[in-house]
């Protein structure tokens, strides 16, 4: 709380933010605009006191490399009123450990009790650690904040990070069943909704058993014979503790070993037909291109399933049939939902809509043969997602993979630094070592300012009392694109005849740059002898884009390409193999109109850079990036079963329609997947290279991006629930039945 570093990073009351004046449409994205934080705000015994929701995190790691089994399990803690993108950053120390579990393998005891004294030497552990909350948590202790100011603070136990058998351990549930509920182990594929566990019921059902005594509740909840660390704990629901794991349950778990494994069994022509349509992919500089295939691909991590899942529902495109394609695509729109880092009441139920379809398009799989139920827990715990949102924050606050990444420096490294002898007591005095350098530099730049980096301003003070705000509808904000480029062009001096060829602008480029002239009342007379025309031309230039808070980790640089093809050449250095053509397909704004009220995509259109230039002096001291163009067909076709947009190369009297326009209408890049025919015959040549050649149609692929999920899923989606109609609103919803314990 005290750490100078997070000053102006801090906040210390609950606030409640909207998007609209009427108030009906609330954000959810850090701790302190959720529900949990104004609940627990409320049963504080002193009204002005500081609610300090604790983070803790563990997780086991393995120590050795080659050879052996040293393993550590570190524990790791931090406090939600700090920024989550400050809690993010490994360097900002704002995770700090608090201490190793033991990984002994309990060879004292017999190999029946062996587990159980696991389970409860973990819980004892804890409860060492959490032991000065209690007091705490009840009464209170004054301690100085960031700010400089002194508070009665209340530090309680508010999030729980850990992968599924780790939140079954803190639970002390068996790992057959629900961390959040009471649902039964047969009905964790169906779309159910369950009474959710009670601290007070699991606790006396934990005692009676203890005791001796018969207890319905301790069989029918699945629990395991443990004392919990977090019986005394004030103010704590564990079980509602237990956040989203993003990496673990959908990138991992679902889609890399589920969802996608299904949806390919039912392609009956294999995995050559999938690898092929993954070699001859679309390129962009987001996208991993699998030149192999996946069938290759040994060691999967959550970079390959990212990278996967961006294309894998265009990928099965005359290929699965239309029902697996609307479980694969709700599936997904699930995922782009969950992985917003700011939510709303629409955005939200976007997201149980989109896992509402998912249940009802699934039985798919199961009239294919290709599973036999869905019992799987990790189908059932992210159905909590969107009530998890809503009472501690977005999933990127609480993702594993921080945790994860805590592990280098909190433990590998000082493992390394040891003699590998008992080396945790080495790793703590290393640790040690480690903090005392860094505070002597915080020091060192305290007394220099000159070298302080740190921007902060006065601390959040709206944060004595819980407020509620209006804040900007970032739904519907327009921000300014800027726009970046080489000073000098790398291809100084272009040809026509060069441009017609090299960059494959076709023989009516300069039909075309004599429309654009007399648009803008520029001379043409020297287009008459094209042959002494030389034009300065780009490579790519870049844009930076406006932050979008739904996605607002991303990187904003986006950068268009448009390069010609460099023969296979002879270095120094050996053979240089030859570079295809590299263009890039954009979305352009078209005209000056941008208003949303005919839906996000009003005034947009997909075109595919081919050349970008300036005009020569000789012609007009034209001062602005010029671009060559190839049109493609408005988004007017939409594809139901892949709820994607059509588009094709745009024609004009039999022609290709090109233009060129001004570089700086370019919003953005796009990724545009092939539509891939049934027979594998006709698409086996196509090469990723020159795919967009080869290929004639298109699906404008919405899960590229964050950025692009948002544009061409999300805003449209809210389109059409404002006007009764769009893409979204067939699908049908299943209906939760409740279950009764």
């Not at 203890?210 to 909840?221: A, L, P, T």
């Not at 067909?633 to 079963?641: D, E, G, Q």
């Amino acid at each position: 709380m005290a750490n100078p570093a997070f000053r102006g990073h801090q906040t210390y009351a609950p606030v409640r933010h909207y998007r609209d004046k009427a108030q009906t449409n609330r954000q959810y994205s850090e701790m302190w605009t959720c529900n949990w934080w104004w609940d627990v705000q409320k049963e504080l015994p002193h009204e002005f006191g500081t609610v300090t929701p604790v983070i803790v995190a563990s997780d086991q790691t393995q120590l050795s490399t080659f050879s052996g089994d040293k393993k550590a399990w570190p524990v790791y803690l931090s406090i939600g009123n700090v920024e989550k993108s400050i809690r993010r950053k490994p360097s900002s120390r704002a995770f700090l450990l608090v201490g190793y579990i033991p990984t002994s393998k309990l060879e004292c005891f017999s190999e029946k009790r062996r587990s159980q004294m696991g389970y409860q030497l973990f819980h004892d552990c804890m409860k060492k650690v959490f032991e000065p909350l209690e007091k705490a948590g009840r009464e209170g202790v004054k301690m100085v904040c960031a700010d400089g100011y002194e508070r009665l603070v209340y530090p309680l136990l508010a999030t729980y990070i850990a992968d599924y058998p780790e939140q079954c351990l803190v639970c002390c549930c068996k790992e057959n069943s629900c961390p959040r509920c009471t649902v039964e182990p047969s009905k964790r594929g169906e779309y159910v909704y369950s009474i959710l566990r009670s601290p007070d019921i699991t606790l006396e059902a934990l005692r009676a058993q203890s005791h001796g005594e018969r207890s319905d509740e301790f069989k029918s909840q699945n629990l395991r014979p443990i004392n919990p660390f977090w019986r005394n704990l004030p103010h704590c629901n564990i079980f509602e503790c237990m956040t989203p794991d993003l990496l673990h349950q959908l990138h991992k778990g679902l889609f890399g070993d589920h969802v996608s494994k299904w949806a390919m069994e039912t392609i009956r022509s294999g995995h050559e037909e999938i690898d092929s349509r993954f070699r001859a992919m679309t390129p962009h500089p987001t996208l991993r291109h699998f030149p192999k295939g996946i069938s290759s691909v040994t060691q999967w991590t959550r970079n390959e399933y990212k990278a996967m899942a961006k294309v894998f529902p265009g990928m099965l495109a005359n290929a699965a049939e239309p029902r697996v394609l609307e479980a694969v695509h709700a599936f997904e729109d699930f995922m782009y939902y969950a992985h917003f880092e700011v939510h709303t009441d629409k955005s939200l139920a976007a997201l149980d809509e989109a896992w509402s379809a998912f249940h009802v398009h699934k039985e798919v799989f199961q009239d294919l043969q290709i599973r036999e139920h869905f019992n799987i827990s990790k189908l059932h715990n992210v159905s909590h997602y969107s009530e998890s949102f809503r009472s501690h924050g977005t999933a990127d606050g609480f993702n594993s993979e921080s945790s994860e990444r805590l592990h280098i420096d909190l433990a590998k490294l000082g493992y390394r630094a040891s003699n590998k002898r008992n080396f945790k007591v080495q790793m703590t005095v290393w640790l040690g070592c480690q903090e005392a350098v860094h505070r002597h530099a915080q020091y060192l730049q305290w007394v220099r300012p000159r070298h302080n980096t740190d921007k902060g301003e006065e601390g959040d003070d709206e944060g004595e009392e819980g407020s509620d705000g209006e804040i900007d509808d970032s739904e519907n904000n327009q921000e300014l694109v800027t726009y970046t480029y080489a000073k000098n062009p790398p291809y100084p001096e272009v040809t026509i005849q060069q441009i017609k060829t090299d960059f494959n602008c076709g023989e009516w480029f300069i039909w075309y740059l004599r429309k654009f002239l007399e648009a803008q009342s520029l001379p043409t007379d020297l287009l008459e002898n094209p042959e002494r025309i030389f034009i300065p031309a780009w490579k790519k230039f870049r844009l930076s884009l406006p932050m979008i808070a739904e996605a607002e980790t991303e990187s904003t640089l986006d950068t268009v390409y448009a390069t010609k093809a460099a023969p296979r050449s002879i270095t120094l250095k050996g053979v240089k193999p030859p570079i295809p053509a590299r263009t890039s397909t954009v979305i352009v704004r078209v005209g000056n109109d941008v208003d949303t009220a005919n839906g996000p995509l009003h005034g947009l259109r997909i075109a595919r850079v081919r050349f970008l230039f300036k005009l020569p002096p000789e012609i007009s001291p034209f001062p602005r990036l010029l671009a060559f163009v190839d049109w493609f067909t408005p988004f007017h076709k939409y594809s139901k079963p892949l709820r994607m947009y059509q588009v094709s190369y745009a024609k004009h009297q039999h022609y290709q329609h090109s233009e060129v326009i001004f570089a700086d209408s370019i919003q953005q890049t796009c990724h545009l997947v092939p539509e891939f025919s049934r027979s594998a015959i006709n698409t086996s040549t196509w090469t990723s290279s020159s795919i967009l050649d080869q290929c004639t149609t298109f699906f404008v692929n919405p899960y590229l991006r964050g950025r692009d999920f948002f544009l061409l899923r999300y805003q449209t989606y809210l389109h059409g629930l404002e006007n009764q109609e769009g893409p979204l609103d067939s699908r049908q919803p299943a209906k939760k039945r409740r279950t009764k314990k």
